[in-house]
Structure formats: structure tokens, C-alpha cells
């Protein structure tokens, strides 16, 4: 097995922390061997409370592969097709999106939505706690463009991937993924749990970045006023870094999809056979950021969870490329990120 400079990463992380742009935890496993875990910093300030390797943290737009891989798994089970038009499941949609968007648009961010986080956000963000009520922030905006005309990068498109999942389940979306996907995953730490309810080992998110909260000082302030009462198919969910490991190795070793549906939850659609050399996902919004690296030819994956701003954490993407694939490899990678 090849080697790789863990020491190197655990300086830059540590950097990091003196400096103040980073608490949270970095994990990094092959096969399922963890080669390397720590924590930084602290899941609360205000009580001193220290992040540990079992720390719940907010993964953002991560979530989006979790609502994209419940997808597959339905599509596997023949429950619907990625060529289905949003009215065959949701008949009482707009027109417009009912008769001219479909789920494979969903996904791959060419249905021509956009987003929920709009000028009705902030005077609904206690109010969040059930798909529909993310839904009434966007159902009425007209498309941006022609489905499959031009990619862009769409939130409320993840929830309507959501209302298919519970209209083809039958299930509430949160209660199917966590049946579905979390628990036979092993995931028991990872869910979208409400922000008002009490959890044990929660990080609280800190920002320097909102206007309503912003200061002269440029001190963190909790981004609970800021983020929604309770995450969505988009992202808003929380997880652990084993919990994730645990994701990565069911969907390595094609335990929750068969094998051909499996290679498309971290590629195309239309290339699950595609050979890139890195997948970089990232989910981020004011007071969160979570970094999942897949290393495909050396076997390689790891994740950074931070309660910290994506501005101060994403800069972390290029040093740890360049730890396991040094300067002068090359090869294609695939970037999928969180644009909130």
C-alpha cells in the first residue's frame, strides 16, 4: 500500500486551528482501515465543550447524495424511471414543471429551478420542519430555462426529488431515508434532526458571515437564526465521519445498490464506467462545511467536518489533493459543490 503523509495533514490542520479557521474533525480511510482521525476545536463555545471524532456536524449539500442515491435505490427497484416526467408522480405541480421537467433533470441540475433560499427564507426559518414547507418558497417561480437546455445549480430541484421519493414510497422522506439508507447502513448518528430539539454531541455552527448577525469585531456568532429549523433533500442534515466512512464503504462495496447503480451515486448518470482520479464534494453555508474527497485509484477517501464558514475551511481542497496526488500526476477530477 502506498503511503501517505498523514503528519502532513494533521499540520496543516492543526494550522489551521491556531489560526482560527478551523474546528471540526478530519477522518481518512482505505477499505474501511482508518489510517487517520482527529478532532479540533470546539462543538460548543459557549460551554467549552470540545468537537470529538463522534461529533454530529451539519453536511449541507452532502446530503444531496444521500437524496441521490435513494433515487437509485428506487429506480433499482424498478419504482420509477430517470426519464419520468415530475407530473407522473406529482400530478398537482405547476404545469410547467409537471410537463417539462424530469427527474433525470433533477439530479444533474438542468431542470431550469432554482433555489429556496430566496427573499421569503429569513421569514419562515422556524417554520421548516416538512417538505411542503420548503416547496411553498419556490413552486411558484417560473423556470429559469428549458429543461436540459443549460446546467444550474438548484436546491428546490433536491426537494422535488424529495416529494418523488414520498410519492412513490408512500414514506415521509426524512423517515424514508432513515430506514432505507441510514440504517441499513449502519448510519445511527446521521440524521436531519430539528434544530429547536435537543440532540447529544451536536455541533453548534459559527459564522462570521450574516448580515443580521454580523459584527464590527468579525467575532462568531450560532447560526441557528440562519440556517432553518430543520435540513431538506438539498442539504441541512447531519452526520458523523464514520457514519460517512460507513456510507462510502456501502456504496464501494455495492451493499445498499447492486454494483451498476452504485458507481453512478459518485459519477454521471450517463458514466457510472467514467475513470476520474479524484471526486471532490463539498456542502457549506454560513457556520458549516463538509469536504468528501474519493480517491479513486488509490483506494483513498476522506472527509473534513467543520462547524467553521466553507470561506475558511474550502481552501483546504488543494493541500489535500496534493498530499495524495502529488504535482505532476495527473488526471481528470470531478467537483461537485455547495453554491448557497
Known amino acids: 500500500m502506498e503511503e501517505i503523509n498523514v503528519e502532513e495533514l494533521d499540520r496543516i490542520l492543526q494550522e489551521m486551528v491556531d489560526e482560527d479557521k478551523f474546528s471540526g474533525v478530519a477522518l481518512v480511510h482505505r477499505g ?5 482521525e482527529k478532532a479540533y476545536g470546539l462543538a460548543c463555545k459557549t460551554f467549552d465543550v470540545a468537537n470529538n471524532i463522534d461529533t454530529k456536524f451539519n453536511i449541507g449539500s452532502l446530503n444531496k447524495l444521500i437524496t441521490k442515491t435513494a433515487i437509485l435505490h428506487l429506480l433499482q427497484r424498478g419504482l420509477l424511471d430517470l426519464e419520468d416526467l415530475v407530473g407522473k408522480h406529482l400530478p398537482d405541480f405547476p404545469k410547467e414543471i409537471a410537463e417539462k421537467v424530469k427527474i433525470r433533470h433533477l439530479i444533474t441540475f438542468t431542470s431550469g429551478m432554482g433555489d429556496y433560499f430566496n427573499e421569503r427564507f429569513p421569514s419562515v426559518i422556524g417554520q421548516l420542519r416538512k417538505l411542503d414547507d420548503f416547496v411553498d418558497l419556490f ?10 437546455e443549460k446546467q444550474h445549480y438548484s436546491n428546490a430541484g433536491y426537494v422535488v426529488l424529495g416529494k418523488i421519493i414520498e410519492s412513490v414510497s408512500g414514506m415521509d422522506y426524512y423517515d424514508y431515508i432513515r430506514e432505507n439508507l441510514y440504517r441499513p447502513a449502519g448510519m ?30 468579525g467575532e462568531r456568532r450560532a447560526n441557528h437564526y440562519i440556517i432553518g429549523t430543520r435540513g431538506s433533500p438539498a442539504g441541512g442534515g447531519y452526520s458523523t465521519a464514520r457514519d460517512l ?5 456501502v456504496i464501494d462495496n455495492a451493499l445498499l445498490l447492486d454494483e451498476e447503480h452504485s458507481k453512478r451515486v459518485m459519477r ?7 475513470k476520474p482520479k479524484i471526486a471532490v464534494m463539498a456542502g457549506g453555508a454560513p457556520g458549516l462545511c ?23 475551511v474550502e481552501p483546504l481542497v488543494e493541500p489535500i489533493r496534493a498530499i495524495f496526488i502529488p504535482e505532476g500526476e495527473k488526471g481528470k477530477i470531478v467537483t461537485v459543490r455547495d453554491d448557497e
Do not use: Q, W
Open 139 to 148: 413552486i411558484e417561480d417560473p423556470l429559469l430555462f428549458e429543461p436540459g
Open 245 to 249: 466512512m460507513r456510507f462510502d464503504l
Open 188 to 217: 445511527d448518528d446521521s440524521d436531519h434532526y430539528e434544530l429547536d430539539v435537543p440532540v447529544p454531541n451536536r455541533a453548534v455552527g459559527y459564522t462570521r458571515n450574516s448580515d443580521c448577525c454580523s459584527s464590527d469585531s
Open 32 to 36: 474501511g482501515e482508518i489510517v487517520f
Open 268 to 274: 454521471p448518470l450517463d458514466a457510472p464506467d467514467s
Open 290 to 312: 463538509a469536504l468528501y474527497f474519493k480517491f479513486f485509484e488509490k483506494g483513498y477517501s476522506v472527509f473534513i467536518l467543520s462547524n467553521y464558514d466553507p470561506e475558511d
